[in-house]
């Protein structure tokens, strides 16, 4: 996933820079890691590069920390991009993004999933470990694979909903895809 999304960034910002558009990148896992100022120059983008490279992912996902740093640096009207899973604290995202909507920002999120999130295709007992601690839980796959789908299920619908609320527009991003589609 972290793979996936640090290529459409690069992708996009290769992009919106070819416009002569102004890009900026804020990464965050349990704080905001990275903060590359919005600059329009075409040089940029090796800026914006060379920053996805050197991150790696890691610890919490404190998602509405990097929104905050872009509600608070971001007076012009803009294009404001989301990758994540969204495996976060969701009251305060959303709050942030409804309050980017409220300055007139185009906000889009890319909703990034694994395909193995998406379909649990597990079928032995396996010890599944928690992405953001240490927390293991040893399991049998076939007994816990109906309500898993369902909870996520109803997670997306969530995320869909409210970013449709919100005039956010909203795209599950399955990793087992190709980019391009």
């Known amino acids: 996933k972290f793979t996936d999304a640090a290529m459409m960034e690069a992708h996009l910002g290769y992009l919106l ?10 990464a965050v896992a349990d704080e905001v890691r990275t903060w590359l100022p919005p600059r329009a120059r075409s040089a940029h983008v090796v800026d914006l590069t060379r920053m996805l490279e050197s991150l790696a992912p890691g610890g919490t996902t404190e998602l509405h920390e990097g929104l905050v740093r872009v509600a608070e640096t971001g ?4 294009i404001v991009y989301v990758l994540s899973d969204l495996f976060t604290d969701m009251e305060a995202v959303f709050r942030l993004l409804r309050q980017l909507r409220g300055r007139r920002h185009n906000v889009t999120v890319f909703h990034v999933l694994d ?4 379909q649990f295709p597990f079928d032995r007992l396996a010890t599944f470990r928690a992405m953001d601690s240490d927390a293991r839980l040893l399991a049998e796959p076939r007994a816990l694979r109906d309500t898993y789908l369902r909870a996520l299920q109803s ?3 969530r995320v869909r909903k409210e970013c449709m ?4 527009a909203w795209y599950a991003v399955d990793t087992s895809r190709p980019l391009d589609e």
Request: proline letters at 0%; zero cysteines.
């Open 17 to 26: 820079l070819r416009q002569q558009d102004a890009v900026g990148l804020v």
């Open 75 to 78: 007076h012009k009207r803009g």
């Open 115 to 118: 395909e193995d999130e998406l």
């Open 155 to 157: 997670f997306l619908e």
């Open 165 to 168: 609320e919100s005039g956010i």
